[in-house]
Nanobody, 126 residues
């Protein structure tokens, strides 16, 4: 069965960095676009970044552009999110998700994604 397991969250100071990982299993990882989304308490889940199945196309939400970098290692079935210049507003639960259309490009509409991980908490505070 499809499994997505996030890790790497934690507490960071404003201006600091964290790297999230998402280990995928149960499907042909290199055939599917993947994305990161986040959800803060009391807010709706929102798109953060997406990457095509071979990593050639990247899409970012405006509020993380220039600070976050999405990448993937298809040999390791792993998705990454490098987060730099963190702000308190980045505090949220971060999720990875799979787009269920083989070899499609990433999409910013999170309802288009079918499988989600359990999330990893990121807290940015001094």
């Amino acid at each position: 069965q499809v499994q997505l397991v996030e890790s790497g969250g934690g507490l960071a100071q404003p201006g600091g960095s964290l790297t999230l990982s998402c280990a995928a299993s149960g499907f042909a990882f290199d055939n599917y676009a993947m994305s990161w989304a986040r959800q803060a308490p009391g807010k709706e889940r929102e798109f953060v970044a997406g990457i095509s199945y071979l990593g050639g196309r990247l899409v970012y939400a405006d509020y993380v552009k220039g600070r976050f970098t999405i990448s993937r290692d298809n040999a390791k079935n792993t998705l990454y999110l490098q987060m730099n210049s963190l702000k308190p507003g980045d505090t949220a639960m971060y999720y990875c998700a799979r787009l269920p259309i083989p070899k499609a490009g990433p999409r910013q509409t999170i309802s288009d994604y079918d499988y989600w991980g359990q999330g990893t908490q990121v807290t940015v505070s001094s």
